[in-house]
T-cell receptor, first 113, second 114 residues
Framework: AQSVTQLGSHVSVSEGALVLLRCNYS??????LFWYVQYPNQGLQLLLK??????LVKGINGFEAEFKKSETSFHLTKPSAHMSDAAEYFC???????????FGTGTSLTVIP | EAQVTQNPRYLITVTGKKLTVTCSQN?????MSWYRQDPGLGLRQIYY???????DKGDVPEGYKVSRKEKRNFPLILESPSPNQTSLYFC?????????????FGPGTRLTVL
């Protein structure tokens, strides 16, 4: 079975500071990993995905994530936070030949001016 | 514009009154899915469909029904809603069942059952 753990349900950073949102996964087979962002009163939008090509994945809006198999992690980073990054972020996992998608519980990012 | 649409966006109902939330996608996607989002629990999958007339249970299917008679539509049916089904519901679709594909989400339906 697959699962996702997001450490920290709330993260606050100052504008211009590094953003680090943590995601650890559990999977007995090679996973596909995704980060989604949810802005207030909106649906989820894909930020980036890992599909077994490069371990460092670049996404939209300056975000990137690195797949580390030894640590079973897929943490999301952005060098410099912007006010518009305030949102909820979800990590998700799926596996080939699996029909289901498993989400973490989400991390709410606040950006302080 | 490629999109997933849901209706209604907001719904307040009473216990036991049957309701349907519609979902439609215009991307010719094979795979569609329903999720519910609750505070502190993230998104949990209710049902999914790999193609027309092919549906299966997700993690929290109790109290819900779905059908997939056409490729573009995937309605969620609550035959006898209860207050514990008060939640934010999302429909999603992806091109095929392959895990490589990302999902595209609708705007959500906020349901309150009194």
């Amino acid at each position: 079975a697959q699962s996702v753990t997001q450490l920290g349900s709330h993260v606050s950073v100052s504008e211009g500071a590094l953003v680090l949102l943590r995601c650890n996964y559990s999977s007995s087979v090679p996973p596909y990993l995704f980060w989604y962002v949810q802005y207030p009163n909106q649906g989820l939008q894909l930020l980036l995905k890992y599909t077994s090509a490069a371990t460092l994945v670049k996404g939209i809006n300056g975000f990137e994530a690195e797949f580390k198999k030894s640590e079973t992690s897929f943490h999301l980073t952005k060098p410099s936070a912007h006010m518009s990054d305030a949102a909820e972020y979800f990590c998700a996992v799926s596996v080939e030949a699996g029909n289901q998608f498993y989400f973490g519980t989400g991390t709410s990012l606040t950006v302080i001016p | 514009e490629a999109q997933v649409t849901q209706n209604p966006r907001y719904l307040i109902t009473v216990t036991g009154k049957k309701l349907t939330v519609t979902c439609s996608q215009n991307m010719n996607h094979e795979y569609m899915s329903w999720y519910r989002q609750d505070p502190g629990l993230g998104l949990r999958q209710i049902y999914y469909s790999m193609n027309v007339e092919a549906t299966d249970k997700g993690d929290v299917p109790e109290g819900y029904k779905v059908s997939r008679k056409e490729k573009r539509n995937f309605p969620l049916i609550l035959e006898s809603p209860s207050p514990n089904q008060t939640s934010l519901y999302f429909c999603a679709s992806k091109r095929t069942r392959s895990s490589y594909n990302e999902q595209f989400f609708g705007p959500g339906t906020r349901l309150t059952v009194l």
